[in-house]
């Protein structure tokens, strides 16, 4: 009986191993897959979508009215936007119409479809909405603020105080995606500008369709032939879920995807110097910082703040824990975007430090008890226990507390931490988004709040630093304004709230037959259209 | 015809009538009991569903409306009456996660999890079942000791770890075996999704390429859950096995010069069958929860991931969606086996 039943179980394994085929290596030459994480894509409405993965899709559905191209990332240009004029006050900009634009529909664009678009994303009042009212739209008034009197001109009235300049750069936002009016209508349900079909479905003019998304699952785009730039290589692009970091890593080196996105620093120094496998690096807006809850008595007191700047040890996280995974960066706007102040006075000094407390009243920490709030992920975990060592070192106790996004950001907003490590990114590429975030606070009351900006979450209100981000924001010369923003970030560095401590360096794996796969310094700067094999 | 003195004014119901009814209602007690128990759960817990929809940086007009949307201005016990009645026409909301109406995601992710955990199930019944046998019969001896080493080597051993392992040893080092995912990207989209579960979809199809991918694809997970499932109906099965053969029919059997073949297979296995049928339904159960980790490592769309994500990001619905699902396979497995117990023992009858 034994070996009967042997036989019957080394048989039944048999089958098993012989039915499965092998793996086709390799992935098809005209097809670009990804693994990456992308549970946190929650829907692929243009005027919606925040999240880094749908940001990524949509960079790569829609067209935008201002864009940055890959050949240039620093250069703000016309997307579906062929000239743009201002008038002299500065309020009313022009934008002509690219011509031959076609809607994956197979509708041409015209600036109908451009006014339609953005006066839906303030009609909707979905979160990335702000980065236009701003400008003053509102629901009531969009209609008659955003115009197209013409088939290939859009009129734009702005009625805040605010550089065209400014306008012209969150118009290349992920909110500034241009979605075929026609189609998106001919979808709405209860006057609902076609926002639940939109959710799951592509109205775009794009490198490429939507062909199917399965939440955690994967992303399938197609090539749009018809793009204004030409017929990209990749005639698909896959996006495959996979979670674990280790996985990716697996499915690279074995080359079934073509590029992981979401390894660790020690993957990728295990792939260094691998046979058919490159490692890109490439600069991240990302921003890690500490912050002082100021509605803290002891947090108010500057030598306090800068008591805890000088004991972060920048140098070693870097090197150790972070593993040039973000790099030092003390500004609040980050390091190769226009403006950008690259100065980092700060290092690790203890003396220093003992002596402002000392200074403060606060002598070997006098009994301080404090608490940091973090993310309950690496690196934050890491980050914050290396501030809670440093700060046992001055005399003070830290107690951490460590907690996932959805418990974080709500106590957060409601100002119920005492010191916060988190990390931060603009919403479009000009320094007034994180000037407005770091700095601006015109109303610090809680009645008041004002939950988007750091500054308010952190109780920091200064008059000073309002103002001059007010400057900031409508001055009209280029020069003027660069420079108003850097002394802003200079003067933050050591009179603020905040510790900014990193600059995400952003790294990924690639095959080494692919190409040309660019990417840039905000979360949404990802194209597809320029990859080849 | 006169009707009897206290009786009332419909008929008597017979005995099959009053047991439905009473089935029926237990049912639908047990049903509600999990909604409510999981819906007032998730109210409670420390998680904001308006700030998992609207994301951090959102103002708080617009974190509001949403909370107006989603109802969470309102008492919890009108939130929780308007979600029953709504979930009892079969709408059990949308999730905030996929946009998706919860069911269209039930339709999804459960078939991707019955299908591993059938396959794991069977492997473990089909190793698992032999292998106690085998243990119980030749107990203390090596053959013993090697099937209790490798039962507590499937309960011990982390089942990421050995995921994690199997995937660098299978394929990435010898290639028998494809990655993560349920197919490889040439075969997604080829077999139309009829019951979601990809092996039958595709034999039905009459797609046997698809149909041999899929099955490569599946054996490193089912296998990882094979072995917890295995360690389990093994040592139960060993533990059954025993207690029968130190009962005095065997000796009796023995005795009386039957072959130990017919002993073991037709007397003392088939009067553990009713134990084992629980064991393995327990275990059958237990995968159908989805096995989070596993689905982690090896990337697949199973319930027991959406479930947690959703958890994580307050998105209740999702949440009281799928823990229905699992409710009413646990209520059906068990019937199944009140049905099988049935067959397989006369004085159940």
């Given at each position: 009986?034994?070996?009967?039943v042997?036989?019957?179980?080394?048989?039944?394994a048999?089958?098993?191993f012989?039915?499965?085929p092998?793996?086709?290596?390799?992935?098809?030459?005209?097809?670009?897959?990804?693994?990456?994480?992308?549970?946190d894509i929650?829907n692929?409405?243009?005027?919606?979508?925040?999240?880094?993965?749908?940001?990524?899709?949509?960079?790569?559905?829609?067209d935008?009215v201002?864009?940055?191209?890959p050949?240039?990332?620093?250069?703000?240009?016309?997307?579906?936007?062929?000239?743009?004029?201002?008038?002299?006050d500065?309020?009313?900009i022009t934008?002509?119409?690219?011509?031959?634009?076609?809607?994956?529909?197979?509708?041409?664009?015209?600036?109908?479809?451009v006014?339609f678009?953005?006066?839906?994303?303030?009609?909707?009042?979905?979160?990335?909405?702000?980065?236009?009212?701003?400008?003053?739209?509102?629901?009531?008034?969009?209609?008659?603020?955003?115009?197209?009197?013409?088939?290939?001109?859009?009129?734009?009235?702005?009625t805040?105080?605010?550089?065209?300049?400014l306008?012209?750069?969150?118009l290349?936002?992920?909110?500034?995606?241009?979605?075929?009016?026609?189609?998106?209508?001919?979808?709405?349900?209860?006057g609902?500008?076609?926002?639940?079909?939109?959710?799951?479905?592509?109205?775009?003019s794009?490198?490429?369709?939507?062909?199917?998304?399965?939440?955690?699952?994967l992303?399938?785009?197609?090539?749009h032939?018809?793009?204004?730039?030409?017929?990209?290589?990749?005639?698909?692009?896959?996006?495959?879920?996979?979670?674990e970091?280790?996985?990716?890593?697996l499915?690279?080196?074995?080359?079934?995807?073509?590029?992981s996105?979401?390894?660790t620093?020690?993957?990728?120094?295990?792939l260094?110097?691998?046979?058919?496998?490159?490692?890109?690096?490439?600069?991240?807006?990302?921003?890690?910082y500490?912050?002082?809850?100021q509605?803290?008595?002891?947090?108010?007191?500057p030598?306090?703040?800068?008591?805890?700047?000088?004991?972060?040890?920048?140098?070693?996280?870097?090197?150790?824990?972070?593993?040039?995974?973000?790099?030092?960066?003390?500004?609040?706007?980050?390091?190769?975007?226009?403006?950008?102040y690259?100065?980092?006075?700060?290092?690790?000094?203890?003396?220093?430090?003992?002596?402002?407390?000392?200074?403060?009243?606060?002598?070997?920490?006098?009994?301080?008890?404090?608490?940091?709030?973090?993310?309950?992920?690496?690196?934050?975990?890491?980050?914050?226990?290396s501030?809670?060592?440093?700060l046992?070192?001055l005399g003070?106790?830290a107690?951490?507390i460590?907690?996932?996004?959805?418990?974080?950001?709500?106590?957060y907003?409601a100002?119920?931490?005492?010191?916060?490590i988190?990390?931060?990114?603009?919403d479009?590429?000009?320094?007034?988004?994180?000037?407005?975030?770091?700095?601006?606070?015109?109303?610090?009351?809680?009645?008041?709040?004002?939950?988007?900006?750091l500054?308010?979450?952190?109780?920091w209100?200064?008059?000073?630093?309002?103002?001059?981000?007010?400057?900031?924001?409508?001055?009209?010369d280029?020069?003027?304004?660069?420079?108003?923003?850097?002394?802003?970030?200079?003067?933050?560095q050591?009179?603020?709230?905040?510790?900014?401590?990193?600059?995400l360096?952003?790294?990924?794996?690639?095959?080494?037959?692919?190409?040309?796969?660019?990417?840039?310094v905000?979360?949404?700067?990802?194209?597809?259209?320029t990859?080849?094999? | 015809?006169?009707?009897?003195?206290?009786?009332?004014?419909?008929?008597?119901?017979p005995?099959?009538?009053?047991?439905?009814?009473?089935?029926?209602?237990?049912?639908?007690?047990?049903?509600?009991?999990?909604?409510?128990?999981?819906?007032?759960?998730g109210?409670?817990l420390?998680?904001?569903?308006?700030?998992?929809?609207?994301?951090n940086?959102?103002?708080?007009?617009?974190?509001?409306?949403k909370?107006?949307?989603?109802?969470?201005?309102?008492?919890?016990?009108?939130?929780?009456?308007?979600?029953?009645?709504s979930?009892?026409?079969?709408?059990f909301?949308?999730?905030?996660?996929?946009?998706?109406?919860?069911?269209?995601?039930l339709?999804r992710?459960?078939?991707a999890?019955?299908?591993l955990?059938?396959?794991?199930t069977l492997?473990?019944?089909?190793?698992?079942?032999?292998?106690?046998?085998?243990?119980?019969?030749?107990?203390?001896?090596?053959?013993?000791?090697?099937?209790?080493?490798?039962?507590?080597?499937?309960?011990?051993?982390?089942i990421?770890?050995?995921?994690?392992?199997?995937?660098?040893?299978?394929?990435?080092?010898?290639?028998?075996?494809?990655g993560?995912?349920?197919?490889?990207?040439?075969?997604?989209?080829?077999?139309?999704?009829?019951?979601?579960?990809?092996?039958?979809?595709?034999?039905?199809?009459?797609?046997w390429?698809?149909?041999?991918?899929?099955l490569?694809?599946?054996?490193?997970p089912?296998?990882?859950?094979?072995?917890?499932?295995?360690?389990y109906?093994?040592?139960?099965?060993?533990s059954?096995?025993l207690?029968?053969?130190?009962?005095?029919?065997v000796?009796?059997?023995?005795?009386k010069?039957?072959?130990e073949?017919?002993?073991?297979?037709?007397?003392?296995?088939k009067?553990?069958?009713?134990?084992?049928?629980t064991?393995?339904?327990?275990?059958?159960?237990?995968?159908?929860?989805?096995?989070v980790?596993t689905?982690?490592?090896?990337?697949?769309?199973?319930i027991?991931?959406?479930?947690t994500?959703?958890?994580?990001?307050?998105?209740?619905?999702a949440?009281i969606?799928?823990?229905?699902?699992?409710?009413?396979?646990?209520?059906?497995i068990?019937?199944l086996?009140?049905?099988l117990?049935?067959?397989?023992?006369p004085?159940?009858?």
């Open positions: 009986m034994k070996y009967r042997s036989a019957a179980l080394g048989l039944a048999m089958m098993a012989s039915a499965a092998v793996a086709q290596a390799g992935t098809p030459k005209d097809t670009f897959v990804i693994a990456r994480n992308i549970a929650i692929l409405d243009p005027a919606e979508v925040f999240e880094f993965s749908g940001a990524e899709v949509i960079t790569n559905m829609y935008r201002m864009t940055f191209e050949d240039n990332l620093t250069k703000l240009v016309g997307g579906t936007t062929e000239s743009y004029s201002f008038s002299e500065g309020k009313t934008l002509k119409m690219r011509k031959g634009i076609v809607f994956h529909s197979g509708n041409p664009m015209t600036a109908e479809d006014a678009s953005l006066q839906r994303v303030v009609k909707l009042k979905k979160t990335p909405s702000f980065i236009f009212t701003q400008f003053g739209w509102d629901k009531d008034n969009v209609d008659g603020l955003v115009t197209a009197p013409d088939a290939d001109t859009v009129v734009l009235k702005i805040a105080d605010l550089s065209p300049g306008v012209l750069n969150a290349s936002a992920g909110v500034g995606s241009v979605v075929d009016k026609k189609l998106v209508l001919s979808h709405e349900k209860d609902d500008l076609g926002y639940e079909w939109l959710k799951t479905n592509d109205a775009g794009g490198p490429y369709m939507l062909k199917t998304w399965k939440a955690s699952e992303v399938v785009l197609e090539r032939d018809k793009d204004r730039h030409g017929v990209a290589a990749m005639k698909r692009v896959i996006i495959r879920h996979v979670a970091a280790s996985a990716q890593r499915l690279l080196e074995k080359g079934d995807v073509d590029a996105e979401d390894l620093a020690d993957q990728l120094k295990g260094e110097g691998k046979e058919g496998v490159e490692i890109d690096t490439f600069p991240q807006s990302n921003l890690m500490l912050a002082m809850n509605d803290v008595k002891v947090l108010t007191d030598k306090v703040q800068d008591a805890l700047r000088y004991a972060i040890d920048y140098s070693g996280l870097s090197e150790s824990v972070l593993q040039g995974s973000y790099k030092i960066h003390q500004a609040f706007w980050p390091s190769g975007m226009w403006a950008s690259d100065e980092n006075p700060y290092s690790m000094n203890m003396d220093k430090a003992k002596a402002l407390l000392a200074e403060a009243g606060y002598k070997d920490g006098g009994g301080l008890k404090l608490t940091i709030d973090t993310l309950n992920k690496s690196p934050f975990k890491e980050v914050a226990q501030v809670q060592s440093s046992k070192q003070i106790d107690e951490i460590l907690s996932d996004g959805a418990t974080l950001w709500p106590k907003r100002r119920k931490h005492q010191l916060i988190a990390r931060w990114g603009p479009y590429s000009d320094p007034h988004s994180n000037a407005d975030a770091f700095a601006h606070n015109p109303d610090n009351r809680m009645e008041a709040k004002l939950t988007g900006k500054s308010w979450r952190n109780a209100a200064k008059d000073w630093a309002t103002k001059e981000a007010e400057a900031a924001a409508k001055e009209t280029l020069v003027k304004r660069e420079a108003m923003y850097k002394e802003l970030q200079k003067k933050m050591s009179d603020s709230c905040y510790a900014i401590m990193f600059q360096v952003g790294k990924i794996g690639r095959r080494a037959n692919v190409k040309n796969y660019v990417r840039g905000t979360f949404d700067q990802v194209y597809f259209r990859v080849t094999k | 015809m006169t009707r009897k003195k206290g009786a009332g004014p419909f008929p008597p119901l005995p099959f009538a009053k047991n439905l009814l009473r089935v029926v209602f237990t049912l639908a007690l047990t049903f509600l009991g999990l909604m409510a128990v999981t819906f007032f759960i109210r409670v420390p998680t904001d569903p308006a700030m998992a929809a609207v994301g940086r959102a103002s708080e007009a617009v974190y509001q409306a909370r107006l949307e989603l109802g969470l201005d309102r008492p919890i016990l009108i939130q929780f009456w308007l979600f029953l009645t979930a009892l026409q079969g709408d909301g949308k999730s905030i996660m996929t946009s998706k109406p919860v069911i269209d995601d339709k992710f459960f078939p999890t019955l299908e955990a059938t396959v794991a492997f473990g019944v089909l190793f698992g079942v032999p292998m106690g046998v085998i243990a119980a019969v030749r107990q203390s001896k090596l053959t013993d000791h090697i099937v209790r080493v490798l039962g507590l080597i499937g309960y011990s051993v982390p990421f770890w050995l995921g994690m392992v199997s995937l660098v040893v299978f394929y990435a080092k010898l290639d028998w075996l494809p993560t995912g349920r197919l490889d990207i040439y075969y997604d989209g080829i077999v139309d999704h009829v019951t979601g579960v990809i092996l039958i979809d595709s034999a039905l199809a009459g797609e390429e698809v149909f041999n991918n899929a490569g694809h599946i054996i490193l089912a296998a990882m859950l094979a072995l917890y499932s295995l360690a109906i093994a040592r139960m099965t060993r059954f096995m207690d029968q053969l130190s009962q005095e029919y000796l009796t059997a023995r005795v010069g039957l072959p073949r017919t002993v073991i297979w037709r007397h003392a296995f009067n553990m069958l009713v134990q084992l049928i064991v393995i339904a327990l275990s059958y159960v237990n995968l159908l929860e989805g096995s980790l689905e982690t490592v090896f990337a697949w769309p199973g027991g991931l959406y479930i994500n959703s958890l994580f990001n307050a998105d209740m619905n949440v969606g799928g823990t229905i699902v699992i409710g009413a396979c646990f209520i059906g068990n019937m086996s009140d049905v117990y049935r067959l397989v023992d004085r159940a009858r």
